[in-house]
């Protein structure tokens, strides 16, 4: 049921946009905000939401957009997220997930808004000391990115205690998969991620997919993750919401299926999707890569009463393989 006008920072983006379709079926009523970095102005359906380009740092924007929306609920997506970047860099991804925000929740105090929905993610919690990983694992971020989104729920919590401001952090583990209407999905620049990498060595797009690392101790040697669909993940954010509104208090909540996939399966199984042959070559470990990441998703069952619906990696490849062979091939225009 709709109640106050949500704000959705970085609703252009790959979860984000997802997200943001979500909440309209749900009749929802939606500001995005994104300065069009990363996100794409046509991953919007602009004729349903307000679209505001513009960027969270910018204080007098987000002030005008407050007074005059007046948002009950943020849902923060906008962040950069390449780990390798932010280890070079890491200045740029303080500034921009951690520091950028600083303007976003001095706002929503001035304001009175009291609900805050965060992109978190598995990597604040580094090098895994147990699988499956629970909220309870120890938080050691092993890069700046992971860093920055730690720190912020740490100043999220401290705003709880300062200002009763209440917010749930979503910790994504491999977030995957597109749409099933084909009309949006993931396109980042540049690609990093393995399961649109497959799929464009499966399109001949690129010649071949290297495998980082095959020496790990898993069953084949490659790397296991968890694969969460994104439209579980954006689900997941209307439930968080449904927590918050009916007084949920500030919690940290996995969002993985509980279910690893190594990457020779995930290829594996893109080659059934596809009907391809997809070429593989065989490279060295990727610096900073767990060889193991599984969530524990006990708590968004018990706590959000959420469940994914797509636990199968073929239903994530195929959704994906769908955006890459619709209207957009995978790449939006803008
Ligand atoms: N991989 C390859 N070849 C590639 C790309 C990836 O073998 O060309 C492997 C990686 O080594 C890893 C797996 O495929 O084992 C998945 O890699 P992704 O880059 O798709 O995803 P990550 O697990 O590295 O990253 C995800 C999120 C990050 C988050 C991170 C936490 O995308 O935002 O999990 O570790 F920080």
């Known amino acids: 049921m709709s109640q106050g006008t949500l704000l959705i920072t970085g609703g252009a983006g790959y979860i984000g946009s997802h997200t943001v379709r979500h ?6 009523r939606v500001v995005v905000l994104d300065n069009l970095v990363f996100g794409h102005r046509a991953a919007l359906p602009l004729d349903r939401v307000t679209f505001i380009e513009g960027d969270m740092a910018d204080a007098a924007l987000v002030e005008k957009l407050f007074a005059e929306h007046k948002p009950e609920a ?16 890491p200045l740029k991804y303080y500034r921009n997930n951690l520091a950028a925000p600083l303007t976003l929740l001095e706002t929503m105090q001035r304001h009175g808004c009291k609900r805050f929905i965060l992109s978190s993610t598995c990597a604040s919690y580094g090098d895994p000391v147990r699988i499956p990983i629970d909220e309870s694992h120890p ?36 977030a995957s998969g597109s749409h099933p209407s ?3 999905g993931e396109d980042h620049n540049p690609e990093t991620h393995l399961i649109p990498l497959v799929l464009q060595a499966a399109a001949g797009q690129r010649e071949h997919i290297t495998i980082f690392g095959t020496d790990y101790p898993t069953p084949d040697g490659t790397c ?19 927590f918050l509104r009916e ?36 490279g060295p470990r990727r610096a900073g890569d767990p060889s193991e990441l599984v969530a524990d998703p006990s708590r968004a069952m018990e706590i959000l009463r959420w469940q994914a619906a797509h636990l199968e990696p073929r239903e994530h490849i195929d959704s994906a393989w769908r955006w890459m062979n619709g209207a957009q091939r995978g790449h939006y225009a803008d």
């Open 23 to 28: 909440l309209l079926e749900q009749n929802e």
């Open 74 to 89: 943020v849902l923060h997506f906008a962040a950069f997220a390449y780990v390798g970047e932010s280890v070079a860099n």
């Open 139 to 174: 938080q050691a971020p092993v890069n700046p990115y992971g860093a920055s989104k730690w720190m912020l729920e740490r100043v999220l919590r401290d705003c709880d205690t300062a200002w009763g401001l209440k917010s749930v952090f979503l910790r994504y583990f491999n």
């Open 182 to 184: 084909g009309e949006i």
């Open 224 to 242: 296991i993750r968890d694969y969460i669909h994104v439209c579980d993940l954006a689900s997941a954010h209307a439930l968080a919401l449904k």
């Open 247 to 282: 007084g949920g208090d500030t919690i940290a909540v996995n969002l993985g299926t509980g279910r690893g996939f190594s990457v020779k399966e995930v290829i594996a199984t893109a080659e059934a999707v596809t009907g391809r042959k997809i070429p593989v070559v065989f």
